[in-house]
């Protein structure tokens, strides 16, 4: 299958070279697979465009109509900033293509995702969006073993994060949904504009019922990057470090010293394979494609972590 990337920044084709151990561009992915034809780069300035073809392969184009006159495309890679993410996906339904993998956030308001989901909803169009954990085999096994009552009932949690609600927070937020379930009501505790204006980072209380709550952090992205996130459950507490590359379990015990107490005791560390999500993200593509196999995280996903995103915005301006 053909595939055309969009954008011609980090993810699309900086972060990694050809030769590097971990896979985290989409430009690696695809070049790295027997399933997929890179056929290009798109970007409005050229000389990016032309930079990461140097590196990969394909041809360059300033446009994204030039490029469809130029070459069969079966799959496009939106990859572009944050604020064109919705133009462009608006562009690309004017095409004839099997499937568009969007970056996250979909879009930059909740009024623009709304407005996209319907064109893609009306014009048939499968999308899969890239919020990255949701792709990783650690974090489905961790999944199951919450739905299957392993872990016990969710207690409480907290997490880091900094670089805006959307742009980064929003990862946080789309992965204790997928792991934990519906948020549903925020208080503001404090916020500040460490990275985007229109964009700000906010700590707050989620509220998930049940008396359950999650504590979201920030940490300003100046001083450095974090993402991290701590489960506790009954049986078990998750400790989510190193934007997920690596995990810590913990078991509850009794205290050795003080009688009739309980403690956590480190059970296992563990390396996840976050390194080869972009490829898991192209393996589901292809499945859903030729299998019909369901979309890890779909358009659904990434409108209801928006929305949280949203509610938390709209409740800081009061």
Same mark, same amino acid.
């Given at each position: 299958?053909?595939?055309?990337? +969009?954008?011609?920044?980090? @993810?699309?084709?900086?972060?990694?070279?050809?030769?590097?151990?971990?896979?985290?561009?989409?430009?690696?992915?695809? /070049?790295?697979?027997?399933?997929?034809?890179?056929?290009?780069?798109?970007?409005?300035?050229?000389?990016?465009?032309?930079s990461?073809?140097?590196?990969?392969?394909?041809?360059? %184009?300033?446009?994204?109509?030039?490029a469809?006159r130029? !070459?069969?495309?079966?799959?496009?890679?939106?990859?572009?900033?944050?604020?064109?993410?919705? *133009?462009?996906?608006?562009?690309?339904?004017?095409?004839?293509?099997?499937? @568009?993998?969007?970056?996250?956030?979909? /879009?930059? /308001?909740?009024? =623009?995702?709304?407005?996209? #989901?319907?064109?893609?909803?009306?014009?048939?169009?499968?999308?899969? +969006?890239?919020?990255?954990?949701?792709? +990783?085999?650690?974090?489905?096994?961790?999944?199951?073993? #919450?739905?299957?009552g392993?872990?016990?009932?969710?207690?409480?949690?907290?997490?880091?994060?900094?670089?805006? @609600?959307?742009?980064?927070?929003?990862?946080?937020?789309?992965?204790?949904?997928?792991? #934990?379930? =519906? @948020?549903?009501? +925020?208080?503001?505790?404090?916020?500040?504009?460490?990275?985007?204006?229109?964009?700000?980072?906010?700590?707050?209380?989620?509220?998930?019922g049940?008396?359950?709550?999650?504590?979201?952090?920030?940490?300003?992205?100046?001083? %450095?990057?974090?993402?991290?996130?701590?489960?506790?459950? =009954?049986?078990?507490?998750?400790? #989510?470090l190193?934007?997920?590359?690596?995990? !810590?379990?913990?078991?509850?015990?009794?205290?050795?010293?003080?009688?009739? %107490?309980?403690?956590?005791?480190?059970?296992l560390?563990?390396?996840?394979?976050?390194?080869?999500?972009? /490829?898991?993200?192209? *393996?589901?593509? %292809?499945?859903?494609?030729?299998?019909?196999?369901?979309?890890?995280?779909?358009?659904?996903?990434?409108?209801?972590?928006?929305?949280?995103?949203?509610?938390?915005?709209?409740?800081?301006?009061?």
């Amino acid at each position: 299958m053909n595939v055309l990337i +969009v954008g011609a920044g980090n @993810i699309a084709a900086k972060f990694d070279t050809a030769n590097s151990p971990q896979i985290l561009t989409y430009a690696h992915a695809i /070049t790295n697979s027997p399933l997929f034809n890179l056929v290009g780069f798109v970007d409005k300035n050229l000389k990016a465009a032309e930079s990461a073809t140097i590196m990969w392969g394909g041809k360059s %184009y300033n446009s994204i109509e030039e490029a469809f006159r130029n !070459e069969t495309v079966d799959v496009v890679i939106n990859a572009v900033p944050d604020d064109f993410h919705f *133009e462009v996906l608006k562009k690309l339904t004017s095409f004839p293509l099997k499937f @568009i993998i969007a970056e996250k956030p979909l /879009t930059k /308001t909740l009024s =623009e995702a709304e407005k996209i #989901i319907e064109i893609f909803q009306q014009k048939k169009i499968s999308v899969a +969006v890239n919020y990255a954990r949701r792709y +990783v085999p650690e974090f489905d096994e961790i999944k199951k073993n #919450i739905q299957n009552g392993i872990y016990g009932k969710f207690l409480t949690g907290s997490g880091y994060y900094g670089k805006g @609600i959307v742009h980064n927070g929003s990862h946080l937020i789309d992965l204790l949904r997928f792991l #934990i379930g =519906e @948020i549903l009501d +925020v208080k503001i505790i404090s916020s500040e504009n460490d990275f985007y204006c229109d964009d700000p980072s906010i700590s707050g209380i989620l509220n998930l019922g049940e008396n359950r709550f999650f504590y979201l952090q920030i940490v300003n992205c100046n001083n %450095y990057s974090l993402f991290e996130i701590d489960l506790l459950f =009954e049986k078990k507490r998750l400790r #989510i470090l190193n934007s997920g590359f690596d995990l !810590e379990f913990y078991d509850v015990k009794n205290d050795d010293i003080y009688k009739d %107490y309980k403690l956590l005791s480190k059970d296992l560390i563990k390396t996840t394979s976050l390194s080869k999500q972009l /490829t898991y993200l192209l *393996e589901n593509v %292809y499945n859903h494609i030729t299998k019909r196999e369901n979309i890890k995280c779909t358009i659904f996903d990434a409108y209801q972590a928006l929305k949280i995103c949203e509610l938390l915005k709209t409740s800081l301006k009061g």
